[in-house]
């Protein structure tokens, strides 16, 4: 008896090692089989929406779904998440004497985005960033994986482009009415990224009263000087071309059906029974909008122009077409079927298609939707939305009395309240605006920082022989920006 327990100790001892690896073994495949299930359904989204997620050091995903949506969507669209963390920025300049700009300057916005899919931010005051697939490259020209920080101004208001240090005028001393202007840039590990050669990307900026003529300029920024403006050249001079298919086809809502629930049936066609299959055409351009649309084959009575209007209103919210990483132009075909029967049109006959090629015509160009200015860049920086100055009268000196000084600065905003000029310090004790309108109707805006303390004096003027000596007044950041506000 004592021979058998003998045997039976080394038994117990092996089971027990086998059962604790079993049982540490089933727990490691269960752990990848949850991390392939979170990557397949990171993979099945389609507009994504990033939540603001603290800087930690602890590992975490770069981004979270908030919900499940169609798996071959085009287009990722970002939200802004809170700042980065040091190391993920771009180096600041070395540390120097602090100006007032570096503490009223409009603050950043910032978005993580996977740079090998197309992206889209949005900015909190209306601008809309649209970038393609494989845009970005780093220092050594080599295309970027991993996320990517994209970093957004906004400066729309007067009071922001005086506070950021930006005016109206061109390297060449050409006066501008600005639309306001932005800045972006990219980064990635603390590194300034660049655009890969010929890409380009779309921004969309606000339109908050409608101005013709207007074009993109790019910002060149010396050190402790003002922001000054360069004209940018066309993006893409070739006419673009009007897709009839592509690899990503635009789409509207969660499907083709969620257009018919914009649709009312016309009483005059149900009143007179009249039913049918309406078709339409249309292009949905790079921005969502709907350009030229027309009725391919009506049935009257109210219900082609109830198709054209609800394409009209659906312009600017759709999701562009993509072709190679870029967003294009595509021509689409919708039937709609009207059924007084059912007192509605059915859905079940309602699909989106890519036009056959023998119905394209060229599209509608224009620069601007209802909402937004539109453009195409191969530029990052700042980015100025403005046209020439319409001066009635020629250009003059206008000087303005006041002892030179760096923590000064003199500006001139012209009644306009789109057109803001610099002041240059001379050695006969004055600033000088070299461009000024011959009768400068506006304001004079002079800051002084000194002692950690801003100064601000306001002067009225409508002639080139003012010559009055400026007086300062001690404000607070808070009162300075109040006071410039009411200039708008």
């Known amino acids: 008896m004592l021979f058998q327990r003998s045997l039976w100790k080394p038994f117990f001892f092996l089971l027990f090692l086998l059962t604790s690896a079993c049982q540490q073994q089933p727990a490691e495949k269960t ?30 995903t770069w981004h979270r779904l908030t919900r499940r949506t169609n798996p071959n969507a085009p287009l990722l669209v970002y939200s802004r ?8 920025l771009v180096a600041s300049p070395p540390p120097r004497e602090t100006r007032l700009f570096d503490l009223t300057r409009k603050a950043s916005q910032y978005y993580r985005i996977d740079p090998t899919h197309p992206a889209e931010v949005r900015g909190q005051e209306g601008t809309v960033v649209r970038i393609p697939a494989g845009c970005f490259v780093d220092g050594r020209q080599r295309a970027v994986e991993g996320q990517v920080w994209i970093e957004l101004k906004e400066c729309y208001s007067l009071v922001d482009m005086l506070l950021s240090d930006m005016v109206s005028e061109t390297a060449d001393g050409q006066l501008l009415t600005t639309g306001g202007g932005v800045f972006i840039r990219a980064s990635a590990h603390g590194q300034q990224l660049a655009l890969a050669p010929n890409r380009t990307y779309q921004v969309e900026l606000p339109v908050s009263r409608q101005q013709a003529g207007m074009s993109l300029f790019r910002g060149i920024s010396a050190e402790l000087q003002p922001v000054r403006w360069e004209e940018t050249a066309p993006a893409d001079p070739a006419p673009e071309q009007i897709y009839t298919t592509a690899e990503q086809l635009p789409t509207y809502g969660k499907s083709p059906t969620d257009i018919n629930k914009l649709i009312r049936y016309p009483k005059t066609a149900l009143a007179r029974g009249t039913q049918g299959m309406v078709f339409a055409s249309f292009v949905v351009d790079e921005a969502g909008r709907i350009r ?39 021509k689409m075909v919708v039937p709609i079927r009207f059924n007084p029967q059912e007192g509605m049109l059915t859905t079940s006959d309602t699909a989106l298609a890519s036009a056959p090629t023998d119905t394209v015509e060229e599209a509608e160009e224009g620069l601007t939707s209802a909402e937004h200015y539109v453009f195409r860049t191969n530029n990052l920086g700042w980015l100025l939305c403005a046209r020439p100055h319409s001066a009635s009268s020629p250009s003059a000196e206008l000087a303005v009395r006041l002892d030179a000084d760096p923590n000064t600065s003199v500006r001139l905003v012209l009644a306009d309240g789109r057109t803001v000029l610099s002041g240059v310090p001379n050695e006969t004790g004055s600033y000088v605006f070299r461009h000024a309108p011959a009768q400068p109707k506006g304001t004079l805006v002079a800051v002084r920082y000194f002692n950690d303390t801003p100064y601000l004096a306001l002067r009225q003027t409508d002639s080139a022989s003012d010559t009055t000596q400026l007086k300062f007044e001690e404000t607070t950041l808070a009162q300075l920006e109040t006071a410039l506000r009411r200039l708008e």
């Open 31 to 60: 752990q990848s089989a949850n991390a392939a299930a979170a990557s397949s359904e990171s993979l099945a989204a389609d507009t994504v929406t990033l939540t603001a997620e603290p800087p930690s050091d602890k590992p975490v």
């Open 81 to 88: 998440v809170s700042r980065p963390p040091a190391s993920e």
């Open 292 to 330: 030229s649309p027309k009725i391919l084959r009506g049935i009257g009575d109210g219900c082609d122009e109830e198709v054209l209007r609800v394409l009209r209103q659906t312009s600017g919210h759709w999701t562009p077409g993509q072709q190679d990483g870029r967003f294009v132009k595509v």
